[in-house]
């Protein structure tokens, strides 16, 4: 177990595995696991469509009606919003590309750094997301940067919404699904907003460690960041 306080941030674009490793790793030093998209996510969803198109006090407003709690320990962790776990409503790319626009709001990003701020200061995590190790934990003892390609990115997303693994049969020759190439064009879209946003751009911290996942697997790059932490 390792000692109250300790830190870890993921960060990285969409679909390059944060989630799944972020769990995994908590899960391993028995702490807790902060989805900070989860939270982006969810004030997009709240404000609703062009929600972010509102004027900063009436968001300022709606925001002040928002309480993040984290509960549970390592896959078991949980994202609350006003005491109610997060579903699975908030997970659709077109959410996640309301999540990208609300993302560019300081007002926004002010109120997450300090409700993700207090959820630190209460346990030991580790947070994955895109300005963990950058913004919101800058002193975490270790962070985290996984990268991979556009193209293999929503090759993966593509697979996990079909539910179907890699080496499976049903997952050869889907390169020319339009469904993929939906997917592969919401994620060009999403990283250009998330890397070019005047507030908090998407980049590695100057002390983070960098792992392009494009050919290696999640059991992979699991290996190569518990090699790192040698806890």
């Given amino acids: 177990m390792v000692e109250s306080g300790f830190i870890i941030t993921i960060d990285g674009p969409a679909g390059v595995g944060k989630t799944t490793l972020a769990r995994r790793l908590a899960a391993h030093l028995n702490i807790a696991y902060l989805d900070t998209g989860a939270m982006f996510r969810a004030v997009a969803w709240k404000l609703g469509q062009d929600g972010w198109l509102k004027d900063e006090q009436t968001l300022a407003r709606e925001l002040k009606r928002m309480s993040f709690t984290l509960t549970g320990q390592g896959e078991e962790s949980s994202v609350c919003l006003n005491g109610k776990a997060l579903g699975p409503e908030i997970r659709t790319e077109t959410i996640g590309l309301w999540a990208s626009n609300v993302a560019k709001l300081r007002v926004v990003r002010d109120f997450l750094k300090k409700a993700q701020q207090e959820i630190g200061r209460q346990t030991s995590l580790v947070a994955e997301g895109r ?101």
């Fill in 131 to 231: 300005d963990m190790g950058t913004v919101v934990f800058p002193h975490a003892r270790y962070k985290f940067f996984l990268d991979a390609s556009a193209q293999v990115r929503a090759r993966r997303r593509y697979l996990q919404i079909l539910d179907l693994d890699e080496d499976d049969p049903e997952a050869q020759g889907i390169e020319d699904s339009p469904e993929l190439k939906t997917i592969l064009e919401q994620i060009k879209q999403r990283d250009e907003q998330d890397r070019n946003r005047a507030i908090a751009p998407l980049r590695p911290a100057k002390d983070a460690i960098v792992i392009d996942t494009s050919d290696l697997t999640l059991d992979e790059v699991f290996l190569l960041m518990k090699n790192y932490l040698n806890l």
